[in-house]
């Protein structure tokens, strides 16, 4: 197939007074799947439209392939969309729905129905094609949505939370879907979403975006381990990461950290930002529950148990964490327990940003 | 107990509602069967003899009184008008709704103020005006004043159904390759049917329908619309009665069969399926 990258440089977007999109660069490559992912409302279904040509940003350059597009109409950016609500055409039956986009570009006939054909057995739903999009069900719609825009074979497949009217059991598994598809068309795809465990599986490259600023493009590993800031370290990982306040101290050489209730020895680390308030973040499963020389004593409040895992919020005084537990383990709310925690595995952040 | 009294009561209002609507029309119909001699010896009679179905009437109106003209020229005019009112109030109720453009709110919104004058107020100036211009007794002038009058409801209507429509799907649209006058033809045409028509009976109804208009401006009586017609002919010389019933008959059921022929597709609503659900 023929993709294409794309590169957004310094794209602005106002609507009125708000600052819908302020400054967003990005590259994505040749059949790189790329997810933005942030709460509603950060601009990323913004930043799609603006890609796709439907909204024009007030600056920036969008690119594809390194030529700019800007002065292209939705049509010829030769681009494809599925929408959150599917969008299809009511008044058409799947295969004109699917054919749609061809026919409009004055594709011969026999090709657009070959076509079609092609990509309903990539779906399955070879069987569907004489029906109108309101006898379809939900998950039948969605992937004619997908089949709209794959029928076109575009330079590059912009998505807009395709997944999230689906129920959750159907989600999961057209989630996999998409995946593997991707795998087999080798597309470029900019996908949006504010569902956290679509960015983190599908994506070889997610963007967090927040109040219209991008907070962080790395690959989803990187962005799980090292969050460059504390809004990134909460929005991923669920249940989110436990970020404490405190103060950097130097004690003997050595580093500690000087929470409410509780201190830690930073031991190797050596934050460059001398003694200041700071705040550290620790994964609950990077909390290890046990005696040590360095753990801590907590009670525990509350037990959430999920089944593959049970979670314990544990109070330490004046902060509360959250740490995994196995699932075999057994525990009783009130219970005094030790916890340790291994200092490479803390996420120190100043001034919001990691150090 | 009390439930079933409300229902009869209901049954009963009903039909009595019903009687007072339809008494005239049946007396309408009734009278334009009858032959005068029938009308002047019995002036109550209601009833109607079948055997004595008398169509002398409308021949008569249609060929001695001009109105195969009348019809004709009511035709020509209800659908230029229909045609332009109804292409006008979609490209513009389109550029209302989705298009950004300076002044585009006004324009929305001043669009009704057209109706805060009453036509009795703009028909004397008008007839002043066009009488200078030398425009007036022409039935294409006609058609100009009628889509005047039209187009604001029928551009109100349009919006407001257009408003109904999700974007996302034009959006597609143009994604998929259509221009912005492809999207309206291909996308927001079709599935505005049921809107369409009725913007379209309503345009009829009032070119069909309106008198005030045609009477100060036709002075020619190849130029009569049917109103026009019909008191033409309850004011000559000859009083017939069961003529000027004939006539209102004509007037009459071209709209009715319309409107009952409408209604069906008038509910029926095209957008169940394109979103989610």
Redesign the interface.
């Known amino acids: 197939m023929n993709m294409a990258s794309l590169t957004l440089k310094a794209i602005t977007k106002r609507f009125g007074k708000v600052m819908a999109l302020s400054c967003v660069d990005l590259h994505v490559d040749d059949g790189e799947f790329c997810v933005l992912l942030g709460p509603s409302g950060c601009g990323k279904s913004t930043l799609l439209?603006i890609i796709?040509?439907?909204i024009l940003q007030d600056e920036g350059i969008v690119m594809l392939d390194g030529k700019s597009v800007d002065r292209l109409?939705?049509?010829e950016r030769d681009?494809?969309?599925v929408?959150?609500?599917?969008?299809?055409?009511?008044?058409m039956t799947v295969a004109q729905n699917l054919g749609?986009?061809l026919r409009?570009?004055g594709v011969p006939k026999p090709t657009i129905q070959e076509r079609v054909l092609e990509s309903t057995h990539l779906l399955g739903i070879e069987d569907l094609l004489d029906r109108?999009?309101?006898?379809?069900s939900?998950g039948q719609?969605q992937r004619v949505a997908m089949g709209?825009a794959l029928v076109?074979r575009p330079r590059l497949f912009l998505l807009d939370e395709p997944l999230s009217?689906l129920d959750a059991r159907l989600r999961a598994s057209v989630r996999l879907e998409l995946k593997q598809l991707h795998r087999k068309i080798q597309s470029t795809i900019v996908y949006v979403t504010h569902d956290q465990v679509e960015a983190m599986t599908l994506g070889d490259k997610v963007v967090v975006m927040r109040n219209g600023k991008v907070h962080q493009i790395d690959q989803p590993e990187t962005i799980y381990a090292r969050p460059a800031n504390t809004f990134v370290a909460r929005f991923i990982g669920s249940p989110e990461m436990n970020l404490c306040q405190g103060r950097l101290l130097q004690k003997d050489g050595r580093s500690h950290f000087q929470g409410a209730g509780f201190s830690l020895d930073l031991g190797g680390l050596k934050p460059n930002v001398g003694e200041d308030e700071v705040e550290v973040g620790i994964r609950p499963e990077d909390i290890v529950i046990g005696q040590s020389a360095t753990a801590l004593r907590g009670k525990v409040e509350m037990i959430s148990n999920i089944g593959s895992e049970k979670y314990l919020h544990v109070d330490l005084g004046d902060v509360s964490l959250t740490v995994r537990a196995p699932k075999e383990a057994i525990f009783q709310p009130g219970q005094i327990i030790l916890l340790t925690i291994d200092p490479d595995r803390l996420h120190i952040f100043h001034e919001g940003l990691r150090i | 107990m009390e439930r079933t009294i409300i229902r009869i009561l209901r049954i009963m209002g009903l039909i009595i509602f019903i009687a007072i609507v339809s008494f005239p029309f049946y007396w309408m119909i009734v009278s334009s069967f009858k032959s005068l001699s029938e009308i002047l010896l019995k002036p109550a009679n209601l009833g109607l003899d079948i055997r004595k179905i008398d169509f002398h009437a409308y021949y008569e109106v249609l060929f001695e009184h001009g109105f195969l003209r009348y019809i004709s020229n009511s035709v020509y005019v209800s659908i230029v008008t229909v045609v332009l009112s109804v292409t006008l109030a979609t490209v513009g109720g389109y550029a209302v709704t989705r298009l950004r453009f300076r002044g585009q709110k006004i324009m929305s919104y001043s669009i009704l103020l057209i109706y805060m004058f009453p036509a009795i107020v703009l028909v004397i100036p008008l007839y002043v005006m066009f009488s200078r211009v030398g425009l007036r007794d022409s039935i294409n002038l006609l058609i100009l004043v009628y889509l005047a009058q039209t187009l604001p409801v029928a551009l109100y209507m349009l919006r407001s159904y257009f408003q109904t429509l999700?974007p996302?799907?034009e959006?597609?649209?143009?994604?998929?390759?259509?221009?912005r006058l492809?999207v309206i033809w291909r996308?927001v045409i079709?599935?505005s049917a049921p809107a369409l028509a009725s913007v379209a009976l309503y345009t009829f109804m009032i070119a069909w329908n309106e008198f005030l208009f045609a009477f100060m401006f036709l002075d020619t009586p190849e130029k009569f619309t049917l109103s026009r017609g019909v008191v033409q002919l309850a004011g000559s010389v000859h009083l017939s009665k069961q003529l000027v019933m004939a006539a209102s008959v004509m007037v009459t059921i071209p709209i009715l069969i319309l409107f009952l022929f409408f209604e069906r597709r008038l509910v029926q609503g095209?957008?169940?399926?394109?979103?989610?659900?």
């Open positions: 439209n796709a040509g439907l109409s939705p049509r681009v494809a969309m929408f959150q609500s599917y969008a299809l055409y009511p008044h749609f986009g409009m570009r109108k999009p309101r006898e379809l939900g719609r709209r076109r009217n | 999700p996302e799907m959006q597609a649209g143009l994604i998929d390759g259509c221009s492809g996308i079709p599935l095209l957008t169940a399926g394109a979103m989610k659900g």
